[in-house]
């Protein structure tokens, strides 16, 4: 019996069912850090085919359609900036968003085009532009004191996660901001619009 292809071999499982996995609403960029601890500590041989992808723009206003917390039919919602982890161990890609109504995970392709769309239906204030960060380089280099969900008097916008706040090796206690700017000139990825950012991890198996 011949044997299969890799590309046509199922893709490694490396990371557990969404309900098993530790998720805090509204805490998208903790998830996914967590997300490559586990890789990291499991699998450590993928760990350098996994990112972190955040996405937003300028305005920081970026539609995203098939969220849970979308309240219309079409589950599309604006957020200041979304976070999501993704696995390319061959030609072929996964999207693992917990925020998703989609399936955990999503093959690329699927999850492009039924959460994003198009930015030619969108007015330019709200196209996505995408920050693709190595999750070797997301874990060594993503700080977070949680400042940004507290509002004034201290009150918690969303209750945080359960344990202690993410800090850097080298001491850094918060720069989730540079995380979130697509300004390609500070912070530490790629950052593309969404054209780009589907040139580099779509191939169409058809055409190899």
């Known amino acids: 019996m011949a044997m299969e292809s890799p590309e046509r071999q199922k893709i490694k499982a490396i990371l557990p ?3 098993e996995c530790t998720h805090t609403l509204h805490y998208c960029e903790e998830n996914v850090w967590l997300l490559c601890q586990h890789v990291q500590d499991k699998y450590p041989q993928e760990l350098p085919y996994c990112y972190a992808v955040f996405i937003s723009n300028q305005n920081q206003t970026v539609p995203l359609w098939r969220q849970r917390a979308g309240r219309t039919e079409d589950r599309v919602v604006i957020w200041d900036y979304h976070v999501i982890f993704m696995y390319q161990p061959d030609s072929r890609c996964l999207v693992y968003d917990m ?3 989609l399936p955990f995970p999503t093959y690329f392709h699927k999850y492009v085009t039924e959460t994003f769309r198009t930015d030619q239906i969108l007015h330019p204030e709200h196209h996505r532009f995408f920050r693709v960060v190595p999750a070797t380089e997301f874990l060594s280099t993503f700080a977070s004191d949680r400042s940004h969900m507290k509002r004034e008097g ?3 916008a969303s ?4 344990y ?4 850097t090796p080298g001491g850094s206690t918060n720069n989730l901001q ?3 700017s697509m300004d390609g000139r500070v912070g530490v990825g790629e950052v593309l619009n969404l054209s780009g950012f ?3 991890f779509y191939r169409n198996l ?3």
Not at 159 to 162: A, F, K, L, Q, S
Not at 164 to 167: H, L, M, N, R, T
Request: proline share 27%; glycine share 4%; hydrophobic share 35%.
């Open 164 to 167: 202690p706040p993410i800090s």
């Open 159 to 162: 209750p945080p996660p359960p």
């Open 178 to 180: 540079t995380f979130i």
């Open 206 to 208: 058809v055409n190899i």
């Open 17 to 19: 069912p969404a309900k």
């Open 154 to 156: 201290g009150v918690w």
């Open 198 to 200: 589907v040139d580099k």
């Open 99 to 101: 925020d998703s109504e």
